[in-house]
């Protein structure tokens, strides 16, 4: 009995499924989504972007006090440049309306390569910076939520530095399960 119970307690373990989520995100509500043929023209055109890829999917159909209502609609914008350029631009409208932006680079299970995240943080930034100034969405630059999990900060000084907390980052504790970004599901 003494050598079946540490067995039974692994076994447990390995069942219970435990995801561990690596990368960066970054989000906010928005009050609008965006012309996404548009926002997929331009990013297309920054130098260190290779290619996007515009998809749609349906989410979650909520359930409510009054049934269950149409599922959400989730857009996709997945951006890749050279190497080290991995990103997802993602929109989400619920059944009321409401848009929230996402973007992110993670992994279920593994980490991403620093290098892809340090060359992928600034194209986010850009990003930003394009629908607040070009698609109206001001909003972003004032209610973005960063997440960093379990990767060095991308903003830091200096390679392998500490990252610095801020009031924004989300940097969980290490080796703890998280759940991922609203509605994302990876690269």
Not at 7 to 20: E, H, P, S
Not at 21 to 33: C, M, P, W
Not at 68 to 74: H, T, Y
Not at 151 to 175: C, F, I, M, W, Y
Request: net charge negative.
């Amino acid at each position: 009995m003494k050598v079946l119970l540490p067995i039974l307690l692994v076994f447990t373990g390995l069942l219970t499924g435990c995801d561990y989520i690596y990368g960066v995100s970054r989000s906010a509500s928005v009050h609008k989504l965006p012309n996404l043929q548009d926002v997929k023209s331009r990013i297309e055109t920054y130098p260190e972007i290779g290619g996007v890829d515009l998809s749609q999917r349906a989410g979650s159909r909520p359930l409510t006090w009054t049934g269950i209502k149409d599922p959400d609609e989730v857009f996709y914008l997945s951006y890749k440049g050279g190497e080290n350029v991995h990103g997802t631009l993602m929109f989400t409208r619920n059944y009321k309306g409401d848009v929230r932006y996402d973007q992110y680079l993670i992994d279920i299970n593994r980490r991403p390569p620093q290098i892809w995240i340090d060359s992928t943080w600034p194209v986010m930034k850009k990003i930003e910076r394009d629908l607040e100034e070009h698609f109206g969405l001001p909003e972003i630059c004032d209610s973005v939520k960063v997440w960093i999990y379990k990767v060095e900060d991308p903003d830091r000084k200096v390679p392998n530095e500490l990252p610095l907390q801020t009031p924004t980052s989300g940097t969980p504790v290490a080796d703890a399960p998280v759940a991922p970004p609203s509605g994302a599901a990876g690269r």
